[in-house]
């Protein structure tokens, strides 16, 4: 088995590239997956695991879009986490925690107030519970947490959250169980392509390594594949977001519910563990904590929950999402070149989207449909955004 040409050689071992492998080793292909480093350790790893949904109404056509990928994959994410659990023993810790997400005072204009209301009709219109409070009864909700000036709440009953590297370990070792190869510590440097179709890739020692198939699920780093940027300008467009986390180590969580204000956020864990996140800056691939970032989380989860003033967290660390602008993610085959797909450019939403990524891609490679039809997202030439 592990001397056979594999059906898909997937390069990246984030969650992404483990949940295409998952999929793909359910429908009982072949496959090898192929990582740099070690698997489910960076952008994989560093997330703090939200799996949540926020649509606006549809807009001009009923084609999918962006929410319908996202409204897919939540549900995958607690049907996988239970047989996870089943086949290795590791739980990945979904829970419908619910969540709360705050309006500042500068939200209290027309145009934030039309904002608040276009995500409510979104919500409606694709059955996403959504519930306006007031301040007083979002304290009522969470009453460690302080909501003094905002203006208006809402309460999302169903938004999730995941232990993003528990899911990490579970896939590996499941992936492994059911006969995929894992090779961790080999970094891709190439797509292997003669006459118009894959052959598998080239690694950094030059070794070819042959497949049927092969996806790049390579994350912040994949514009550094030439023959993929090459054949799908879109993936050169990816680049590294970097997000800082602060985490700290309560005896017991003092509230249950994700607690999100703008693009900030507070992930409580069951067992004590508080994330608090998350920056967005465009620094290369420096992937280090910096004073100033730590110190605005810290002053960020000090506003929101007095009883954390002066604690001094755990730990803080930084990674680098696959940073897309416009229409993202990058999710499907390569138009022109047979057995090459992409599954890449998930920006801020990749762990939510992994599972629904991975079921795409494995259904393409089996010649069977996409969970949703994703001719939005296919790696085609660059589109104007
Ligand atoms: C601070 C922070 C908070 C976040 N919070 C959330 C959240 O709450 N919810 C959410 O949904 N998303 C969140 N994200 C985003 C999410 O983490 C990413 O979108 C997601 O992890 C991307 O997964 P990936 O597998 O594509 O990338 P990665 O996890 O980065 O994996 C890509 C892998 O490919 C490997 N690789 C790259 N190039 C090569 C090569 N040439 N050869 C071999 N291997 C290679 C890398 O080593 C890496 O392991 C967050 C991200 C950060 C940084």
Same mark, same amino acid.
């Given at each position: 088995?592990?001397? +056979? &040409?594999? !059906? ?22 072949? *496959? ?13 790893? +560093? ?27 939540? #549900? ?22 619910g969540a709360l997400e705050l ?24 059955? &996403? ?9 979002a304290?009522?909700l969470e009453?460690s947490v302080n909501f003094?000036?905002a203006?208006?709440a809402?309460?999302? #009953?169903?938004?999730?959250? &995941? ?37 598998? *890739? ?7 390594? #042959?497949?049927?198939? *092969? ?16 054949? +799908? ?21 003092l509230f249950r519910r994700l607690i999100t204000v !703008?693009?900030r956020y507070l992930v409580p ?5 508080l994330?608090a ?10 992937? &280090? ?11 960020f989860t000090?506003?929101l929950v ?12 930084? !990674? ?23 599954? +890449? ?24 449909? #996409?969970? *949703? ?13």
């Amino acid at each position: 088995m592990n001397d +056979a &040409v594999p !059906d898909l050689l997937i390069v990246g071992g984030g969650l992404v590239g483990l949940s295409a492998g998952y999929a793909a080793l359910r429908r009982g292909l072949r *496959v090898e997956i192929l990582e740099r480093e070690r698997a489910g350790s960076r952008a994989s790893w +560093a997330g703090a695991g939200m799996l949540n949904c926020r649509p606006w109404p549809r807009e001009g056509s009923a084609a999918p879009d962006y929410h319908d990928l996202t409204l897919a994959s939540i #549900p995958l994410h607690e049907k996988w986490a239970a047989e996870l659990l089943e086949e290795t023993g590791i739980d990945a810790g979904f829970m419908r925690c619910g969540a709360l997400e705050l309006y500042p005072p500068e939200d209290d204009t027309p145009s934030g107030r039309n904002n608040i209301e276009r995500v409510m009709e979104g919500c409606h219109a694709r059955n &996403v519970r959504a519930e306006r409070v007031s301040p007083q009864e979002a304290k009522a909700l969470e009453p460690s947490v302080n909501f003094d000036g905002a203006f208006t709440a809402v309460h999302f #009953p169903d938004d999730a959250q &995941v232990r993003n590297p528990r899911l990490g370990k579970a896939l590996a070792l499941a992936c492994r169980q059911r006969g995929g190869v894992l090779r961790e510590g080999i970094a891709v440097a190439d797509v292997w392509i003669e006459n118009g179709r894959v052959r598998g *890739v080239l690694d950094e020692q030059g070794t070819r390594r #042959p497949a049927r198939n *092969v996806l790049a699920a390579t994350g912040a780093w994949s514009a550094q594949l030439p023959a993929l940027t090459r054949l +799908a300008p879109r993936t050169a467009k990816i680049e590294p977001w970097r997000g800082q986390m602060v985490c700290y180590r309560l005896p017991k969580p003092l509230f249950r519910r994700l607690i999100t204000v !703008d693009a900030r956020y507070l992930v409580p864990r069951p067992d004590g563990v508080l994330l608090a996140g998350s920056t967005m800056e465009h620094v290369g691939f420096e992937s &280090v904590t910096t004073a100033e970032g730590q110190a605005e989380l810290r002053a960020f989860t000090e506003r929101l929950v007095p009883a954390l003033v002066g604690v001094e967290p755990e730990q803080g660390w930084a !990674d680098l999402r696959p940073g897309l602008k416009g229409n993202h993610p990058i999710l499907g085959m390569v138009s022109g070149v047979e057995g090459l797909f992409v599954a +890449a450019g998930h920006a801020r939403n990749g762990i939510c989207l992994a599972p629904v990524s991975g079921e795409s891609i494995a259904a393409l490679v089996c010649g069977e449909e #996409p969970p *949703v039809p994703l001719a939005t997202w296919l790696p085609r030439a660059a589109q104007p955004i």
